[in-house]
């Protein structure tokens, strides 16, 4: 054999070395949903967790139901006969926000608690479980003697926590009326904003999430005053709450969901809602 011929048959044979490697650690890396997957430095560390008797859960503590999502979480991992282990995110946050929530379910929940099940809302990487809990947005005032939106003189002001889904079709519903019968709208940047602008009187009434209210009105003394009224004539504005989990997580997500469901038949959910006194009622 001429050297030519062996040089040849060697570079073949370490191009096939090459490639079958390449193909060995393309199959070992975590499946991507899809083109727009956020990147994670070295995400090929990443597999799938092998604590197969923990059911890691994240929840936020920026979030107005962190006190239920921290129950729901135990109690989702009871309902799985796993152990519960919280993992605590949120405050230290930087960047795009749905950039953390892949790093964090790759590296370290199995299950991120606490996220509005709004339809077509989220990437294809994302799974969403049934909600939990269903939960409304609620006009909050100082007046005592308004029952709902509809006694709020049209001359008052009223604003809404902007991008909000019950926001904008608050903006939708004014631009369908005449002028002189719209209340002057401005968009607030937060619910807490909007609640500072009520209690100064800048602000009739304000339209929240009502566990926001729930979790601020706890935390701030200012908001001792205030209190909630109807939508009316606008229509119930209701949101069910679940959690969301990568995409390729098929058969946590079949079981969490049978876990909500018994949890919710036997009376768990409603018992953990109840307790804290918190505005929402089990998702039927």
């Not at 979030?63 to 979480?73: E, H, M, N, T």
């Not at 009434?205 to 701030?220: D, G, I, N, T």
Request: charged share 20%.
């Amino acid at each position: 054999m001429s050297a030519a011929v062996d040089d040849a048959q060697q570079a073949r044979f370490a191009w096939a070395c090459f490639a079958l490697a390449g193909f060995i650690f393309a199959c070992c890396l975590p499946a991507r949903a899809s083109d727009d997957t956020p990147f994670v430095q070295n995400e090929w560390r990443f597999g799938t967790r092998q604590d197969g008797s923990t059911l890691h859960y994240c929840v936020d503590e920026r979030d107005p139901d962190l006190p239920v999502a921290r129950k729901i979480g135990v109690a989702l991992a009871g309902a799985l006969l796993l152990e519960p282990k919280e993992h605590v995110v949120g405050e230290d946050w930087s960047g795009e926000e749905i950039e953390q929530i892949y790093q964090v379910l790759l590296e370290t929940c199995d299950v991120f608690l606490g996220f509005k099940l709004i339809p077509d809302a989220y990437p294809d990487w994302l799974t969403i479980t049934r909600g939990y809990y269903r939960s409304s947005y609620v006009f909050v005032t100082a007046q005592k003697g308004w029952q709902s939106l509809a006694d709020v003189p049209r001359a008052q002001v009223i604003g809404g926590t902007i991008g909000t889904s019950a926001d904008m079709r608050l903006i939708q519903y004014l631009e369908a009326l005449k002028p002189t019968e719209r209340w002057t709208h401005y968009p607030i940047a937060s619910d807490e904003a909007a609640l500072h602008d009520v209690v100064d009187g800048k602000l009739a009434a304000a339209l929240v999430w009502a566990p926001s209210f729930w979790a601020l009105q706890k935390r701030e003394p200012a908001f001792a005053k205030l209190r909630t009224i109807g939508l009316r004539p606008l229509p119930d504005a209701q949101a069910d709450v679940g959690a969301v989990m990568l995409t390729r997580e098929t058969f946590l997500r079949a079981n969490l969901d049978q876990a909500i469901a018994a949890l919710t038949k036997d009376g768990s959910i409603a018992h953990i809602l109840k307790e804290l006194a918190f505005p929402a009622t089990p998702v039927p």
